[in-house]
């Protein structure tokens, strides 16, 4: 078992930058793949990246490619994410997500077993 939650959210102007946090309690966060998701109001909830427990490996939905960075400190049991030039459609509540299955996992077809509450990232034209 894991229980995430996030932080960093915020508003913000196009271009800005945020930097969204994912804090783990339970056992074996290093074990983990670990990943963000967002959902905007009215859309189904999509994928953005995703980590592999060693750091070594990272997915990014073509959306945030080039502008968002997934990454992780398992010594402090947590994962980031650093979103650059930040745009209106980038607007959406942003979970943190964890799966303890082995093997590497990205898309919208990722089903993770845990989840956070979700934080409110909103970006201002």
């Known amino acids: 078992q894991v229980q995430l939650v996030e932080s960093g959210g915020g508003l913000v102007q196009a271009g800005g930058s945020l930097r969204l946090s994912c804090a783990a309690s339970?056992?074996?966060?290093?074990?983990?793949?670990m990943g963000w998701f967002r959902q905007a109001p009215g859309k189904e909830r999509e994928f953005v990246a995703s980590?592999?427990?060693?750091?070594?490996?990272?997915y990014y939905a073509d959306s945030v490619k080039g502008r968002f960075t997934i990454s992780r400190e398992n010594a402090k049991n947590t994962e980031y994410l650093q979103m650059n030039s930040l745009k209106p459609e980038d607007t959406a509540v942003y979970y943190c997500?964890?799966?303890?299955?082995?093997?590497?996992?990205?898309?919208?077809?990722?089903?993770?077993?845990?989840w956070g509450q979700g934080t409110q990232v909103t970006v201002s034209s």
């Open positions: 339970g056992r074996s966060f290093s074990a983990y793949l």
């Open positions: 997500a964890a799966d303890g299955r082995s093997g590497l996992r990205y898309g919208n077809l990722w089903r993770p077993g845990y």
């Open positions: 980590i592999s427990w060693s750091g070594d490996a990272t």
